[in-house]
């Protein structure tokens, strides 16, 4: 079974390298993990941490992998997970998630986390759990319609608690 991984190994915020790679590659290897008796063979690629190169990977995965993962990086994920090759073709797509951005419509793309969207209140009540000081915040985020509901919903919910907060995108 063919497993296609990608994930920002180099680029604007790189992540250890070939921390994801290596830890695939070690799991896989051990003969008792398989699928129905399958042995999985992990395609990782590294997306630059940009959206083009994340499609330019993500494309020949959606042509030879049964399933698609995007590891890491918002904007890749949204970019792969939209593109015809994986969602016109309905290819299965894992990822974190991220943003809500064109995917929640897809019938192909399932995400493993809750969005940014939907941690909002989980950060303020943690936040207020951790007695961090609720004077005022800075919702930092990239400017992009990708984080546009991470944003939004983190504004929504610092509004209602009466904390005051500056938007910094």
């Known amino acids: 079974i063919r497993v296609g991984v990608h994930a920002p ?7 250890p390298a070939n921390s994801f790679r290596d830890g695939l590659q070690a799991y896989w ?6 699928v129905c008796g399958r042995t999985v063979v992990i395609d990782f ?17 959606s042509r030879r992998d049964f399933i698609v993962i995007g ?3 918002t904007d890749q994920i949204q970019s792969c997970a939209t593109m015809p090759d994986i969602a ?10 991220v943003t809500t951005n064109g995917l929640t419509s897809l019938n ?7 969005t940014y969207a ?20 800075a919702v930092i985020t990239s400017n992009t319609n990708n984080f546009k509901d991470a944003r939004e919903a983190m ?8 904390v005051p907060y500056v938007d910094i995108q």
Do not use: I
């Open 9 to 15: 190994v180099t680029g604007a915020a790189p992540l």
């Open 29 to 34: 290897k051990n003969p008792a993990h398989k």
């Open 45 to 61: 690629q590294d997306d630059k941490y940009t959206p083009q190169t994340a499609r330019d990977v993500c494309g020949p995965m």
């Open 71 to 73: 590891a890491a990086g």
């Open 88 to 97: 016109g073709k309905g290819v299965p797509y894992l990822s974190a998630g």
């Open 108 to 114: 192909n793309y399932f995400a493993l986390t809750l």
């Open 118 to 137: 939907a941690q909002a209140d989980l950060v303020l009540r943690n936040a207020k759990a951790q007695h961090y000081g609720l004077k005022k915040w």
């Open 155 to 162: 504004e929504s919910v610092l509004k209602a608690a009466k």
